[in-house]
């Protein structure tokens, strides 16, 4: 059973929940009171090339530039001797939260994401006739969210998480129709978190590096067809940010949050069709699958 003090905690929550948090949160840095809690981020499936304009339609069979590293290593072996390719882009949104109950001067936070930047750089180099490398930095992972000046910013006021990755690759062609590829990455994450302390601001931040792997099939089913499958492993972040609040209602009473944050991208399956029906004009389209164990419920120690 928890103590008073716990119990009083959990009340204070409840008066500052309102409509969108539990959104907030899942997009957000999912901090609850708990001694273990959970973060996520966004997921982009698209990273600054032209993948963007097309929505992502058939990514793992187009290999239409070097960009393939990231989405069908095997696509490498379609590319010309030497290929960059980068870009940049920005995501923003409305995740707007407003409290239930605003009496007594509480103050909502409104739309609380912010702009969050994106780029990327890839290179590749057909190293013979029937092998390709390459070399990708990318960032497709992350999330920020400001909620300002509002009731519960002794829990949170922003929080930014940030990932990129260095992924070297290689492709071989095992004959004219048909190609495989292999990349690893090694991710960088980053995580911060800034809450109201005794009336000001204090900023807390951890990181953490991980590794995943990805594999990739492309064939050629006729001359103007070919599909493409690709998977890509999970990748872990642990994050541990210790921090101190003061609750309204309980004078002289503080209490130590530990917050360890786990994020983790979840390990998936892309599944492409092209059919080319000119130089000009092509058709395509895909299948994106995510492993569901990734999805846990965190801990609730009320």
Same mark, same amino acid.
């Given at each position: 059973?928890?103590?008073?003090?716990?119990?009083?905690?959990?009340?204070?929550?409840?008066?500052?929940? /309102?409509? !969108?948090?539990?959104?907030?949160?899942?997009?957000? *840095?999912? $901090? =609850?009171?708990?001694?273990?809690?959970?973060?996520?981020?966004?997921?982009?499936?698209?990273?600054?090339?032209?993948?963007?304009?097309?929505? /992502?339609? !058939?990514?793992?069979?187009?290999?239409?530039?070097? *960009?393939? $590293? =990231?989405?069908?290593?095997a696509g490498m072996t379609r590319l010309p001797d030497h290929m960059v390719t980068g870009g940049l882009q920005a995501m923003g949104g409305d995740i707007p939260y407003s409290l239930d109950d605003s009496s007594g001067g509480r103050q909502s936070p409104g739309n609380v994401m912010k702009l969050f930047p994106?780029?990327?750089?890839?290179?590749?180099?057909?190293?013979?006739?029937?092998?390709?490398?390459?070399?990708?930095?990318?960032?497709n992972y992350g999330l920020g969210i400001d909620f300002g000046n509002w009731a519960g910013d002794r829990l949170i006021k922003k929080s930014t998480m940030v990932a990129m990755t260095l992924s070297p690759a290689i492709a071989w062609k095992l004959s004219d129709k048909v190609s495989i590829g292999a990349a690893t990455g090694l991710n960088y994450g980053f995580l911060s978190l800034t809450r109201n302390v005794d009336g000001a601001d204090e900023k807390q931040s951890d990181h953490d590096w991980a590794m995943n792997y990805r594999l990739g099939l492309l064939m050629d089913l006729t001359e103007q067809t070919r599909a493409g499958i690709s998977w890509t492993s999970k990748t872990d972040y642990h994050f541990n940010i210790d921090g101190k609040a003061r609750f309204p209602g309980l004078p002289n009473v503080e209490y130590n949050l530990p917050i360890a944050a786990q994020v983790r991208a979840p390990q998936q399956v892309m599944m492409s069709l092209v059919h080319d029906l000119n130089k000009q004009w092509s058709v395509m389209g895909g299948s994106w699958l995510a492993g569901l164990e990734s999805v846990r419920k965190p801990a609730d120690h009320r």
């Open positions: 059973m928890p103590d008073f003090h716990t119990k009083r905690a959990d009340s204070f929550f409840q008066r500052i929940e /309102g409509n !969108g948090m539990n959104k907030s949160i899942i997009l957000g *840095s999912g $901090l =609850l009171f708990s001694s273990l809690s959970h973060a996520s981020a966004l997921y982009f499936y698209e990273v600054a090339t032209e993948d963007t304009s097309l929505a /992502g339609a !058939g990514q793992a069979a187009r290999a239409q530039d070097a *960009s393939t $590293l =990231l989405t069908n290593p994106n780029a990327s750089l890839f290179y590749t180099q057909r190293l013979s006739d029937t092998v390709s490398a390459g070399l990708g930095l990318y960032g």
